[in-house]
Nanobody, 119 residues
Framework: QVQLVESGGGLVQPGESLRLSCAAE????????MGWYRQAPGKRRELVAA???????QYRDSVRGRFTISRDNAKNTVYLQMNSLKSEDTAVYYC?????????????WGQGTQVTVSS
């Protein structure tokens, strides 16, 4: 059984930083793309950032220049460094990964971690 375990959310003031981590645990053959999504109350889930297994990245426009996604393939872990946080970044953040396991490809999701930006 494969699961994504997230950590690093919390309450911060505008302008501060947080770092989210997501580790894939279980019997894994390989991981292709990994990414972070977020969902604010009353809004649809949206892609924040993604990183492929060759290291190429993509960001939504509202976070580009403030957020940085990275991954440690040896640890099956993806990170999201969030700087200059704004109130509009408040949401539940979900990790996502395209994983190959014994049974075949798996679209895995983390349990979500709350990020609240408020003064």
């Amino acid at each position: 059984q494969v699961q994504l375990v997230e950590s690093g959310g919390g309450l911060v003031q505008p302008g501060e930083s947080l770092r989210l981590s997501c580790a894939a645990e279980g019997t894994i053959f390989s991981i292709k793309a990994m990414g972070w999504y977020r969902q604010a109350p009353g809004k649809r889930r949206e892609l924040v950032a993604a990183i492929s297994n060759d290291g190429s990245t993509q960001y939504r426009d509202s976070v580009r220049g403030r957020f940085t996604i990275s991954r440690d393939n040896a640890k099956n872990t993806v990170y999201l460094q969030m700087n200059s946080l704004k109130s509009e970044d408040t949401a539940v953040y979900y990790c996502n990964a395209a994983i190959y396991v014994v049974e075949g490809p798996l679209d895995a999701w983390g349990q979500g971690t709350q990020v609240t930006v408020s003064s």
